[in-house]
């Protein structure tokens, strides 16, 4: 018998494209469960397997301290020593506070890289940021905190199923995540959700009133949802030096920074 392609399935085959298996980095795949009646997204090479993570850009894997996996073992740390001695060609930080848009001054990015030190965290990593001229840390620097820490849990995020979305009254038309700090054995430990409103969406600019609020979140609410629900599952797990009250995290496509070309990104492991 056929299955529905409802809005669940869509989502998974996308997932299929931009994730991968948390636990052995093969691709993924949907198929249905007959036995509960939903759409389910597996590792492709091991249905046993628990835990999706996002395909990631090398520097985001810098920052996250997780390059060796894809460049063998001592990636990272020529990485990282290369960033360390060329912060001023290579630092990852933010140049602008990533709420205003406002340019970073020299003292506020010395007043940051105080701020990483005391959280455990490297500044020119891109590990803290300026947000509303109060700076956080990132969630790429809690992910770098939580594989540096070797903290044995994986981290599984993805769209709520309907059973989810009635748990968590979330209405028609808002976009929902939930990320899950999954054990090697397989046990959910702590969860987050992500949401993103359908007004949060549409809402206008009141400076600019034929403009949108947040044109990220308008054009990628559902990466906007993920990454809150990643977000608030990593605030609960990651204990920083520092503990401080964050606010949702800006998806890292947002940060007004310039990207490290491929080239400059591959120098640092030659």
């Known amino acids: 018998m056929e299955q529905p392609e409802n ?3 869509r989502k998974y085959k996308g997932m299929e494209g931009t994730h991968i298996c948390a636990r052995c980095g093969h691709n993924l795949i949907t198929i249905w469960d007959g036995t509960a009646g939903i759409w389910v997204l597996m590792c492709a090479h091991d249905h046993e397997h628990k835990g999706f993570n996002r395909r990631q850009a090398a520097q985001t894997m810098i920052a996250r301290g997780e390059l060796d996996t894809t460049h063998g073992a001592g990636a990272q740390a020529k990485a990282d020593q290369a ?3 060329n912060q001023q060609e290579y630092s990852l930080m933010a140049k602008a506070d990533i709420a205003t848009g406002m340019v970073i001054s020299p003292a506020q990015v010395a007043a940051l890289v105080e701020f990483a030190d005391r959280c ?4 020119y990593l891109g590990h803290v940021c300026l947000y509303f001229g109060k700076p956080y840390p990132t969630i790429d620097g809690l992910y770098w905190k939580k594989n540096r820490d070797k903290l044995g849990f994986m981290v599984d995020c993805q769209p709520m199923t309907d059973k989810e979305r009635l748990r968590y009254m979330v209405i028609d038309g808002d976009y929902a995540f939930i990320a899950k700090a ?3 054995g397989g046990d959910v430990i702590n969860t987050g959700i992500g949401i993103v409103t359908a007004e949060e969406m549409s809402k206008k600019s009141k400076k600019h009133p034929e403009s949108f609020a947040a044109p990220i979140v308008r054009d990628h609410p559902q ?3 993920e990454k809150r629900a990643e977000w608030q599952l990593l605030k609960k797990m990651v204990l920083l030096g520092d503990e401080v009250d964050s606010p949702e995290p800006m998806p890292r496509e947002s ?3 310039e990207p490290l070309s491929q080239s400059g990104i591959d ?4």
Request: net charge positive; proline share 4%.
């Open 223 to 225: 990466r906007m949802a």
């Open 120 to 123: 455990g965290l490297r500044a």
């Open 7 to 9: 809005e669940l399935y």
């Open 83 to 85: 960033l360390s001695d």
């Open 267 to 270: 120098r640092l492991w030659e």
């Open 255 to 257: 940060s007004p920074r």
């Open 182 to 184: 999954i054990t090697t």
